[in-house]
């Protein structure tokens, strides 16, 4: 009997080896990375707050995640879970635990959440990121998420190029610009709606990117966030409580077809295009047309327009306050320009819905001031305006800056809320809003027969 046993026990192990060994070595490699990461893989459901329709409006989203630290942190894009409200999380073991947003960055997509761990009783699962400045152009990945709300999958591709960059103004779908201190990852391993948030994953098991985009108007076109960018927020999220970033001021475009007008050789300098409004840089004296050569003695260049996020980023990576020296070139004259760095700031606004009034308007930060080519940060933006309702009607627009009511300037967003709920409050009628569109000072006259909240009450 145990002659059979040990006999038997053989042709199994044999078996066993000649199945290993009819297996491929990249399926081999393809089913190792992915269970190194597929359980630390999360489903997101959050609640998200909406202004954009010019009312707030609450909408259950779905995305994906994944656990990269012990504690129950989970990176995820910034328009999946960036402005939730609540979130449930389902884990690799079919477990729903809820979570709650720690921080997030519009600028990169990124955002981190932290699942409540406080009644789970299963096995956390955490994966590692990798290196993406070491993919390569051809290299076997897969993208792993929940499409379309579904159960979590794996799509298999190659890395079509790793610094895919967006030109114009490019933003989330939760409204926010995006993409001003990086490139994307770009892939041909399938990433539909709700595989946003989930790990690009190279075959040594480790994440290098986290999925961001899907495009519509092309087959086998999908992006990522490169896991070093990632990596660097996460860290400053779970440190500061947020992206600290330096800012001067310039906006500069490539130099592509135009060093011989502004006698630069290839590859050489960074061209200013605009100056922002009382920043750094316009305080030193720079100007549009000047040429960066060098910052801190380090050369720089953005001949096209991919280089221009890292120049971006190492301006933002000094410290806030650093007295940087600046290379510049101006006409045939070559000089040397200090500029001392300041914080960047909040990027994203405080909300108000409008109610009575039928719009929603967002404080205005630095950022919002430059991305909307406003000449200061007075006043407060209109995210939004109700098609039907005495905004609408009186023809006030999404973008425009209220800067007074009833001809009483309005200059911050506290101001604006209390003068607002003053008039609410009182039951006025009327209020006249000063508002600056498109360069010019316009007059819209809000008329409110009764409260947009007695309305939908009735």
Not at 357 to 367: E, L, Y
Not at 369 to 375: E, G, S
Not at 444 to 452: D, F, G, Q, R, Y
């Amino acid at each position: 009997m145990i002659k059979i046993l040990v006999f038997l026990s053989m042709i199994f192990i044999g078996l066993a080896g000649i199945i290993s060994a009819a297996i491929p070595p990249l399926q081999k490699d393809i089913y190792t990375a992915r269970d190194k990461v597929l359980p630390a893989l999360v489903h997101i459901q959050p609640v998200i707050t909406d202004y954009r329709t010019g009312k707030m409006v609450k909408q259950s989203v779905v995305g994906s995640g994944i656990i990269f630290h012990r504690d129950g942190y989970v990176v995820t894009n910034y328009h999946v879970a960036g402005k939730s409200e609540r979130i449930i999380c389902t884990l690799y073991d079919k477990e729903q635990v809820k979570a709650e947003l720690v921080g997030g960055d519009p600028l990169t997509d990124i955002a981190i959440i932290k699942l409540d761990l406080s009644a789970y009783k299963g096995r956390l699962n955490i994966a590692e990121f990798g290196n993406s400045d070491s993919v390569q152009v051809g290299e076997y990945v897969m993208a792993m998420g929940s499409p379309l709300a579904l159960s979590r999958s794996v799509s298999c591709g190659v890395i079509s190029t790793t610094d895919r960059f967006f030109s114009g103004d490019v933003r989330l779908p939760s409204g926010e610009r995006t993409g001003i201190y990086n490139n994307w990852i770009q892939t041909d391993a399938a990433i539909n709606p709700g595989n946003s948030g989930g790990p690009l994953v190279n075959l040594e098991g480790k994440i290098i990117g986290i999925n961001s985009r899907a495009t519509m108007f092309a087959n086998n076109i999908g992006f990522a966030i490169p896991i070093n960018i990632v990596k660097f927020v996460t860290n400053s999220i779970l440190t500061s409580g947020k992206v600290v970033r330096s800012w001067i001021g310039v906006q500069c475009q490539e130099l592509q077809n135009l060093e011989g007008w502004f006698g630069t050789a290839v590859n050489e300098g960074v061209l200013i295009a605009s100056i922002d409004s009382k920043s750094p840089a316009e305080n030193a004296g720079l100007k549009a047309g000047d040429v960066i050569l060098k910052v801190n003695g380090r050369s720089v260049s953005a001949r096209f327009e991919e280089e221009l996020p890292s120049f971006y980023k190492l301006i933002a990576d000094y410290p806030v306050g650093t007295r940087l020296t600046l290379d510049v070139l101006r006409g045939d004259q070559q000089l040397a320009v200090e500029v001392t760095t300041q914080e960047l700031g909040d990027i994203l606004g405080e909300d108000l819905e409008c109610k009575d009034w039928g719009f929603t308007v967002k404080n205005i930060t630095k950022q919002m001031a430059v991305d909307n080519q406003l000449d200061d940060t007075l006043g407060v933006f209109v995210s939004g305006v109700k098609r039907v309702g005495p905004a609408g009607d009186a023809g006030l627009r999404r973008g425009d800056v209220i800067k007074g009511i009833d001809e009483k300037p309005v200059n911050s967003f506290q101001e604006f809320y209390d003068r607002y709920t003053e008039l609410t409050s009182a039951k006025t009628q009327r209020a006249l809003l000063t508002i600056r569109r498109l360069g010019s000072t316009k007059f819209v006259l809000i008329k409110v027969e009764s409260s947009e909240s007695e309305k939908e009450d009735n």
